[in-house]
């Protein structure tokens, strides 16, 4: 425990999503620990107050509370199981909360491990992209005990407004396949609708506002829906990683024996925008698969 009688918290991923909601368990009073396997951001993070880990197993050494935030499940794999990782350096007691979107069955490994070693875990991938980070508004969908829950409800409450327990280990995975699902397509559908307008010869800004007003009113249509007629795809979320997300979900629905149709039709279209080379590119830019405007950036 730290002076104040918190937790301290161990951060693993720094990128898009981790720095923020790394900053944000700071400023809420949290003394954390830092490592992320590129340099800068820990130095960003030190340099307000964060102690810089020397590696993940370092990290958990230091901490109470680990979290992670990585882009896949290889990626948590490496973390929590390789030499220097996690496990190496948990102590009896501590908790895991993997925050980041991978398989249900690599979140479920993962808590088995932790708890081999006398921990607790639990799976709590996120909603709300980049802006949700920042702003710590982010929807947190978790998986484990509801006795873990609610011992770290009030770190996940420096990190989001909408954070549920949706069942046991991996649930939370479950959650998040379906969150993605439900953002994908509606990317898609956005991207087409906007398109039909446009070659249509209608003004699709104006198509855009008054769907805003209807039934077909969702935040994609207005953040992403704003960002395809402004031709912004720089990332808060990167299409590559909705790929990779869309890929759990096509596996999470085989092995569930349920057809998602619709979920492999973005499959197929985030294939193509990452082939053709837009996997940097925010997910927003399945509009430059449709014409007229598949030239812009």
Avoid: C
Avoid at 20 to 37: D, E, F, I, K, T
Avoid at 124 to 134: D, F, M, Q, R, T
Avoid at 174 to 195: D, F, M, P, R, S
Avoid at 221 to 238: E, I
């Amino acid at each position: 425990m730290s002076a104040n009688g918190k937790p301290v918290i161990g951060f693993i991923g720094l990128g898009i999503m981790g720095k923020p909601m790394a900053r944000n368990l700071m400023r809420a009073g949290y003394s954390l620990v830092v490592h992320n396997r590129s340099r800068g951001p820990v130095d960003e993070l030190a340099k307000e107050g964060a102690k810089a880990g020397s590696s993940s197993k370092d990290v958990a050494q230091q901490s109470d509370v680990i979290i992670t935030m990585l882009p896949d499940s290889p990626d948590v794999e490496a973390v929590v199981f390789d030499k220097d990782g996690v496990l190496e350096g948990f102590k009896p007691g501590a908790t895991l909360i993997d925050m980041s979107t991978i398989t249900p069955a690599m979140a479920r490994r993962v808590a088995g491990a932790v708890r081999d070693k006398g921990g607790k875990a639990l799976d709590a991938p996120v909603s709300g992209g980049e802006k949700g980070a920042i702003e710590a508004t982010l929807s947190i969908m978790v998986g484990g005990p509801q006795d873990v829950f609610d011992a770290v409800l009030p770190i996940l409450q420096a990190l989001g407004k909408n954070i549920v327990l949706v069942g046991e280990g991996g649930a939370g995975q479950i959650a998040k396949a379906a969150n993605q699902l439900v953002v994908g397509v509606t990317i898609e559908a956005v991207a087409e609708a906007l398109a039909l307008a446009e070659a249509s010869g209608v003004d699709p800004a104006k198509v855009r506002a008054v769907l805003l007003g209807g039934f077909a009113q969702s935040k994609i249509l207005d953040a992403h829906g704003q960002r395809m007629l402004d031709g912004n795809f720089v990332p808060g979320f990167k299409a590559k990683l909705h790929l990779k997300d869309m890929r759990i979900v096509a596996q999470t629905a085989k092995e569930s024996g349920v057809d998602v149709p619709e979920g492999q039709v973005a499959l197929d279209r985030f294939t193509k925008l990452v082939e053709s080379g837009g996997g940097e590119k925010d997910h927003s830019a399945l509009r430059t698969l449709l014409s007229p405007v598949s030239s812009r950036a």
